[in-house]
């Protein structure tokens, strides 16, 4: 089992910054992937960024240039800085953990950007 608990989210001007971060604790040896999520009303889930333990990075187009995440393996923790954000970028973002073929969530951190 793998408990995320994310923090950071919050109301931003446009242009503005956040940074997101997400803690891991369980059973587990090491998680493979960590990432980022997220959700608008009455859209799908969708992948932000996600990056290996390794350090391979993806990250959206839609984020490219503008958000950045980061891992210390070490303390299980996942980060998201996000930079120049833009209405559209409101949401709730959830953390993603995947140990095995199995992803666990955490339980969201809103995120508002107004214009």
């Known amino acids: 089992q793998v408990q995320l608990v994310e923090s950071g989210g919050g109301l931003v001007q446009a242009g503005g910054s956040l940074r997101l971060s997400c803690v891991a604790s369980?059973?587990?040896?090491?998680?493979?992937?960590m990432g980022w999520y997220r959700q608008a009303p009455g859209k799908q889930r969708e992948s932000v960024a996600s990056?290996?333990?390794?350090?391979?990075?993806n990250y959206a187009d839609f984020v490219k240039g503008r958000f950045t995440i980061s891992r210390d393996n070490a303390n299980n923790t996942v980060y998201l800085q996000m930079d120049s954000l833009k209405p559209e970028d409101t949401a709730v973002y959830y953390c993603?953990?995947?140990?095995?073929?199995?992803?666990?969530w955490g339980q969201g951190t809103q995120v508002t950007v107004s214009s």
């Open positions: 990056m290996t333990s390794g350090g391979t990075i």
């Open positions: 369980g059973s587990f040896r090491s998680i493979y992937v």
């Open positions: 993603g953990a995947r140990p095995t073929a199995k992803i666990y």
